[in-house]
């Protein structure tokens, strides 16, 4: 069963469909009240979203840091969230986040 990217006024929606009207129909029920403006075939069965095409692409590796900050705070969760947050200029949020997972990754 094809890949299809349909672009609507209001989303962009990856669905299975046997063909063009299938994925239209996919669309009308879920959001009636949407206009499709594009429908693409994709060329194969899988979908790739570019980080650098939502902005997300950053100059340094957040985990290499928290791990980093993690081993100068010998393992002290407080401490390298305060030290992550230091180098990155990050909120304590996202601080918390990035450490606490690479914890759980076992820095």
Known sequence: MPLFEVETNAHIIITWADDEH??????HDTYPNDEVIR?????????????????LVEDFDPCGVARDCLSKASGDKVHAIRLYMHE?????????????SNMVAGW
């Open 88 to 100: 990155t200029g990050t909120d304590l949020e996202n601080a918390r986040r990035v450490i606490e």
């Open 39 to 55: 429908l693409t075939k994709r060329p194969r069965d899988t979908w790739v979203i570019s980080k650098g095409a939502l902005g």
């Open 22 to 27: 299938s994925a239209t129909d996919v669309v």
